[in-house]
């Protein structure tokens, strides 16, 4: 009869591949409380807004670079501050909807009072952070806070159908952020960005309620395609999507290329949402709307940064 020994060295990788597992699901808990894939969303038109800035002004990146990282580093905290209070508040939404499951505040390895703490405390640094910067800045910043949590989630989502149009006002100011805090926003380069955001935000959010309406009917969400059907939300996803197209033509200063891409990019988003008016299979037109959508304003903000690069021109 044979006997197994464990030496001091085994009781050492146990433990040590138990800690790893639990940095691992502590970090994995934390991408799903922040919405890490919608914060860098969000993240990249404060980032060209600041850059845009930068170069309507000609002023120097580098000598701004200190401000820069308070915009940066400060409105992304407020807007995880934003999403963190949108978990706490829809843990029972949550618990319905097979994509928000694995959650932390529905499986409970972040307690609630914790997601509270946490939102509040980002949310507030943050403010301080953007306060360093301009005043204007900050309320941008407050504006897509309060809007999002207040008017959007503790008000609108549950109720109407219009939670998506007053959701879509904080994505919208997140270009107005980045180049506020350098200067005012009263140039029209970011107000149509700011546009751009906040029309792509109805399309963008319709394809993902085509594809989740089983989830969004079962936990009693008030979304256009459960409240008043598919074929109404497939008409405005196309209206929405035709105030897209005139929008590049008042971003000459971006130069040619830029406008050839944005309009480019807008005629193909508009075809595909024509075609969706004659699918067949409304779920799989709306995963290819929603794949087009979620590249969709990556492609804009990143062209608008490219074509504004001091070695493109």
């Known amino acids: 009869m044979s006997r197994q020994i464990v030496t001091s060295s085994d009781i050492n990788r146990t433990d040590f591949a138990s800690e790893k597992d639990n940095q691992t699901s502590i970090v994995a808990d934390l991408k799903l409380l922040f919405k890490i894939p919608v914060?860098?969303?969000n993240?990249?038109?404060?980032?060209a807004g600041f850059w845009l800035a930068v170069y309507f002004t000609e002023a120097s990146f580098a000598a701004n670079f200190g401000i820069f990282l308070l915009t940066i580093i400060g409105s992304t905290l407020v807007m995880a501050g934003a999403l963190v209070f949108n978990n706490w508040y829809d843990v029972d939404i949550d618990t319905v909807m097979d994509r928000t499951k694995a959650r932390p505040t529905v499986t409970g390895n972040i307690g609630l009072r914790t997601v509270l703490w946490i939102g509040m405390a980002t949310s507030i640094i943050g403010l301080v952070m953007l306060a360093f910067?301009?005043?204007e800045a900050v309320i941008y910043a407050l504006i897509g806070w309060f809007t999002y949590v207040v008017l959007y989630t503790l008000w609108a989502k549950r109720r109407y159908t219009l939670n998506t149009v007053i959701g879509s006002i904080s994505g919208a100011v997140t270009p107005l952020i980045g180049w506020s805090a350098l200067a005012p926003a009263s140039n029209i380069v970011p107000i149509v960005l700011a546009l751009i955001i906040f029309i792509w935000q109805m399309p963008h959010t319709f394809a993902i309620a085509i594809r989740k309406y089983d989830?969004?009917?079962?936990?009693?969400v008030a979304m256009l395609p459960v409240v008043h059907g598919m074929e109404i939300t497939k008409r405005q996803m196309v209206v929405y999507i035709a105030c897209l197209l005139p929008l590049p033509f008042y971003l000459f200063s971006l130069g040619t290329a830029f406008v050839i891409i944005s309009t480019l990019l807008n005629i193909g988003y508009f075809a595909l949402a024509i075609n969706g008016l004659f699918a067949k299979d409304t779920r799989k037109w709306a995963d290819k709307m929603f794949m087009v959508s979620v590249n969709y304003l990556m492609i804009i903000f990143v062209a608008a940064i490219i074509a504004t690069a001091p070695w493109f021109g």
């Open 215 to 220: 989830e969004y009917k079962a936990a009693d």
């Open 133 to 135: 910067t301009t005043l």
């Open 39 to 41: 914060l860098i969303a």
């Open 43 to 47: 993240a990249v038109p404060v980032f």
